[in-house]
């Protein structure tokens, strides 16, 4: 099981070609996506082809420091991404969110990397990076759907919330089922992937160890050992952050606010100049 099958750049490019004709087609059904699907492709095979230089760089060096700095840029980088994601979220979440992924992500990197695969160095950049950039990419898509959640069920139960406060209700009593809710949500994409791999579909990691040469027996372990951290990992993250963020929605102890979207608040700023300019053009009409 060592035969490897790689790609050339000729390879490369009839993948590019593949994604111009969908791009062309959906631009004659006029579906509207095409100058977004040709550029999320070229992004995606710069940062893609970019990662792979990094990383043979790093996995050459065998640097501890050099590793730590990559997975700590790509926290960043993950923390940002969740709050480009989630909807209808107020603003000044970065720093919770960059919190819980990293307290979460070092828990499961700990457990993982040390009592299952046990790497030497433990540090192994060929391992612990490309785990992390697994982890933290299923991990983003939950605490996104679950933050969004979170905040939108808030305002739709305002009137329940009210009334739980003034039943004298704590704020974690009344927010309880918001938080619920919006846990579920963020683990509803890990289970339906543990229930169908194996029998529906093959997993990325065991395809490309698989692709690799490696030993199929020996890629489906560590395909399940992914597939259960990631779970683990979605459910600890999903936990912390909605603990850390549910108060944000009381003003005290009785008194419920839920802080106004990023988006509403840029909406609302983008009417106000309208109609200053429409004030304006109509002075300078009359004038």
């Not at 994601?85 to 000044?92: C, E, F, H, Q, V």
């Not at 406060?165 to 543990?194: C, V, Y």
Request: positive net charge.
């Amino acid at each position: 099981m060592q035969q490897y099958f790689a790609i050339d750049n000729w390879g490369l490019l009839i993948a590019v070609l593949m994604v111009c004709i969908a791009a062309g087609i959906s631009a004659l059904m006029k579906l509207g996506v095409a100058k977004s699907l040709l550029w999320a492709t070229v992004r995606s095979l710069v940062q893609l082809l970019a990662m792979g230089f990094i990383l043979e760089y790093v996995i050459r060096a065998q640097n501890v420091w050099l590793v730590i700095g990559l997975i700590v840029v790509m926290l960043i980088a993950a923390a940002q991404i969740t709050m480009s994601r989630a909807k209808g979220i107020p603003k000044g979440l970065v720093p919770l969110v960059l919190l819980s992924l990293a307290v979460t992500m070092l828990l499961m990197l700990a457990l993982v990397g040390e009592l299952v695969i046990r790497p030497n160095p433990w540090y192994s950049p060929q391992l612990i990076i490309p785990l992390t950039g697994m982890l933290l990419g299923n991990t983003v898509s939950a605490l996104a759907l679950g933050l969004g959640r979170f905040f939108n069920s808030m305002r739709e139960r305002y009137e329940e919330v009210n009334t739980l406060l003034a039943l004298d209700a704590t704020p974690w009593e009344a927010a309880k089922p918001s938080i619920t809710s919006s846990i579920t949500l963020g683990l509803l994409p890990s289970i339906a992937m543990l229930a169908s791999s194996g029998i529906v579909t093959i997993p990325g990691m065991m395809s490309g160890q698989i692709i690799a040469g490696q030993n199929p027996v020996n890629a489906a372990k560590y395909q399940f050992v992914i597939l259960a951290a990631v779970s683990a990992l979605t459910l600890l993250a999903d936990s912390i952050i909605l603990a850390l963020v549910y108060k944000r929605c009381f003003i005290s102890y009785d008194r419920y606010f839920v802080p106004p979207a990023r988006d509403s608040v840029s909406t609302l700023d983008r009417i106000r100049r309208q109609a200053s300019s429409r004030a304006n053009s109509a002075q300078t009409s009359v004038r």
